[in-house]
């Protein structure tokens, strides 16, 4: 399998050095370096690598000008910007000029490259997961609550993407932001896929003054000893073989928090996971 080919764009030399070894280590090939913008653009064309990572705040250029030319060059390469400005704001504008994904720089080098790896799997898949982790962060996050019924978001995020056994016990509505729900679900049900063993059971059902989504699986579990870091922001369990940037649960919380509910995680009766979110009933 040929090493995907890398830019890094960053007028921090000590930076690119440890970039540079960190990727390498973990299978990358560094095909050029600049450190700013104008002349990013010109070692991306020359290049042509699969990925870019981009710095925002650069002289001559910064990141967000030297963008859409680097995004019209290599349509389909992956392009990761990061800043140390650390403003959801910031990242959306990122996002919209054609990044896949935007990082703020002060994160462990081992869950950078674990992003990188992601954001090249799944194109813009964890760029959701990092801007709401920002917007959490910054206070910026505004769910846009109104009475939904989990059973039906739950059908909506199965329909054709994910095989699991479904039961409904609880009809109940909740005061809830259907997209924001619609992104916990499919990160606790992407994680079973990945992490767990089927079958996959949903279970919609009552719990006292809330309405609970239980998501199990059948896999081995969470480690005893990483059960209280499991939801933290940038945190994956030192047995997993499965690449990912440790967010997908973090945002989880998160999200469930912001809407009034929790999110917590119980070892199946029988073994495997159980992730549950609850949320207050209507």
Known sequence: MTAPRVVLVDDTEDLRLLMRIALRRAGYEVVGEAGDGAAGIEVARTELPDLVVLDLSMPVM???????????????????????????????????????????????????????????????????????????????????????????????????????????????????DPLRLEQMLNNLLSNARKYGRPPVDVRVRPAGPCVAIDVADHGDGVPEHFRDRLFQEFERADTSTVTGAGLGLHVVRTLAEAQGGTATYAPGPAGGAVFTIELPAV
């Open 62 to 176: 910064d990141g967000l000008e030297a963008l859409p030319h680097i995004r019209a060059a290599l349509p389909d390469a992956t392009i990761v910007v990061m800043s140390g400005f650390g403003s959801a704001q910031m990242g959306e504008k990122a996002i919209a000029g054609g990044a896949d994904g935007y990082l703020q720089k002060g994160a462990p080098l081992a869950s950078v490259v674990a992003y990188l790896g992601a954001a090249m799997d799944r194109r813009g898949g964890v760029t959701t997961e990092l801007l709401t982790t920002a917007q959490v962060r910054h206070g910026t996050l505004t769910p846009q609550l109104r009475d939904v019924r989990p059973a039906d978001v739950v059908v909506a995020v199965l329909a054709g993407r994910y095989d699991a056994g479904v039961e409904v016990t609880d009809e109940r509505l909740v005061h809830a």
